[in-house]
């Protein structure tokens, strides 16, 4: 095999977890982005290890079918990242998700048959996210101010002009907010020139209440103009409710920093679910497919049913939504999350959705845990983790009080298969696991799987 040579019709024979296609040239095992299985293909090796290589498809010579009907966008996938799933039709986005999660569950366990469901298809399949952000940086040649996303696997800045994820509501919004960003004339970072200034915005939107929260995010809280922009936007559009400025001087990891400050409007957007309405405020954790969610939310509850002697609580709980919806049908409904700002969104959404019932505590599950005495016989806890996933203390205590009922929901299937995997060894079985599609586009999936201890 000789470096940035091209094969000529190379067969791809089947798909690695991370979606490459898989081919063989000369004996060597080759992963190739975009290339499905049966096609045929002239490819480049761009990298050669020990053990595999890496190539790029120069010319197709033969397609898969599964690429008919799929989105054709003007910035295909490629581009930006995240919408690995794009050039597919949504059937064989699903058909594909539940065989990658099949296989990841066999590569982290080989001595558990793990039975999943056919993917639960999201009601929407684009356009779903309630919550999106865009990079702000200001182009010298149209000498504007745009929003972009980082190019896939680099720190360059592509202005969007389609966004296939984002909801329709905040596709129309953005053009407005960057008007009045240029109209008065923000400062915009620069981090290679050291220029202090706004670097991005983030836009949170609820489809029932019909209600748009904008937060800003700066390097610095001084923002010349700021503040006139968010009262102009709020003054302007009626569906903009709340807009915040929020002060991040990193570089590197999560877009928001610690420290927001309300500009305009009210404090949190509302939302409804199930019949009840939630608060959200600006940095906590909301689920970003609504529609889908309740369908998630419904089969959580159906699981655990009406039972009036229960005690359920809800780990990882967020703004208390299953931990509220839930309560009216048991005895008592514990809600536990890290964030404070959470805990409160959750004790007032008890509030005003009249839940006597429920009780929340701002704290790190693995420490509630430890100190956490059973008072009633019946327990039944559910886990919603971040794609960590649960530490083996917490799983270890959690299976030493003995809940009748675990009701797991996970993003990420490696780190839910290792915790299964904890959960059987200390004398739980699961049932079959259901996927749902939350993020049509995109390699991810969500999975809810219940589990109760073998009966002797
Ligand atoms: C995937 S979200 C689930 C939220 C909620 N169940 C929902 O459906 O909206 C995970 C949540 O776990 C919280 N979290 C992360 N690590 C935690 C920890 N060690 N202890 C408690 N909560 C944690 C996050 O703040 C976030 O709200």
């Known amino acids: 095999m000789e470096l940035n040579k091209t094969y000529q019709d190379i067969e791809c024979i089947d798909l690695?977890?991370?979606?490459?296609?898989?081919?063989?040239?000369?004996?060597?095992?080759?992963?190739?982005?975009?290339?499905?299985?049966?096609?045929?293909?002239?490819?480049?090796?761009?990298?050669?290890?020990?053990?595999?290589?890496?190539?790029?498809?120069?010319?197709?010579?033969?397609?898969?079918?599964?690429?008919?009907?799929?989105?054709?966008?003007?910035?295909?996938?490629?581009?930006?990242?995240g919408c690995d799933l794009q050039t597919l039709n949504y059937d064989s986005q699903l058909k594909i998700k539940k065989q990658l999660t099949e296989k990841t569950a066999k590569l982290q366990d080989r001595n558990t048959q793990y039975v999943f469901d056919a993917v639960e298809a999201s009601p929407k399949q684009t356009h779903y996210r309630n919550k999106i952000h865009y990079q702000l940086y200001f182009d010298p040649f149209d000498a504007v101010i745009k929003a972009g996303f980082f190019l896939k696997g680099t720190k360059k800045l592509v202005e969007v002009?389609?966004?296939?994820?984002?909801?329709?509501?905040?596709?129309?919004?953005?053009?407005k907010v960057l008007l009045k960003l240029n109209e008065h004339q923000i400062k915009i970072a620069n981090i290679k020139e050291q220029v202090q200034g706004l670097k991005a915005v983030m836009f949170r939107w609820s489809e029932t209440k019909k209600q748009m929260m904008v937060i800003f995010?700066?390097?610095?809280?001084?923002?010349?103009?700021?503040?006139?922009?968010?009262?102009?936007?709020?003054?302007?559009?009626?569906?903009?409710?709340?807009?915040?400025?929020?002060?991040?001087?990193?570089?590197?990891?999560s877009i928001l920093g610690r420290q927001m400050l309300l500009l305009a409007g009210k404090e949190a957007i509302q939302d409804e679910l199930l019949g009840m309405n939630f608060n959200i405020p600006a940095t906590a954790f909301y689920q970003v497919n609504a529609p889908q969610t309740a369908k998630i939310y419904q089969h959580v509850l159906d699981i655990i049913a009406a039972d009036k002697k229960a005690?359920?609580?809800?780990?990882?709980?967020?703004?208390?939504?299953?931990?509220?919806?839930?309560?009216?049908?048991?005895?008592?409904?514990?809600?536990?999350?890290?964030?404070?700002?959470?805990?409160?969104?959750?004790?007032?959404?008890?509030?005003?959705?009249?839940?006597?019932?429920?009780?929340?505590?701002?704290?790190?599950?693995?420490?509630?845990?430890?100190?956490?005495?059973?008072?009633?016989a019946s327990l039944i806890a559910i886990i919603d983790p971040p794609r960590s996933g649960c530490t083996p203390e917490f799983i270890e205590k959690l299976t030493e009080l003995n809940p009748d009922k675990v009701i797991y929901i996970s993003c990420n299937p490696k780190t839910l298969i290792t915790d299964l995997k904890a959960f059987n060894e200390r004398g739980f079985e699961h049932e079959e696991i259901k996927l749902y599609d939350m993020f049509p586009q995109t390699l991810h999936v969500e999975s809810v799987v219940l589990l109760s201890r073998v009966q002797k």
């Open 16 to 81: 690695n977890t991370d979606f490459q296609g898989i081919a063989f040239i000369d004996n060597k095992k080759v992963f190739i982005e975009n290339f499905l299985p049966d096609e045929i293909a002239d490819v480049k090796v761009t990298t050669i290890k020990s053990k595999f290589a890496k190539g790029e498809v120069k010319t197709f010579k033969q397609k898969s079918p599964m690429r008919e009907g799929s989105l054709q966008s003007e910035q295909p996938y490629a581009y930006f990242g």
């Open 217 to 253: 995010v700066a390097t610095t809280k001084n923002i010349k103009k700021i503040e006139r922009v968010a009262k102009e936007l709020v003054r302007e559009n009626n569906v903009i409710k709340s807009v915040y400025l929020n002060i991040n001087g990193k570089n590197q990891g």
């Open 311 to 376: 005690t359920v609580i809800d780990f990882y709980c967020g703004i208390g939504t299953m931990t509220n919806l839930i309560a009216p049908q048991v005895h008592k409904a514990i809600g536990i999350d890290i964030v404070e700002e959470s805990i409160n969104a959750a004790k007032q959404n008890a509030i005003i959705n009249n839940i006597a019932n429920s009780e929340f505590v701002a704290e790190d599950v693995n420490t509630f845990i430890q100190e956490y005495k059973k008072v009633d």
């Open 161 to 175: 002009k389609e966004n296939i994820l984002a909801d329709e509501k905040i596709v129309k919004i953005l053009p």
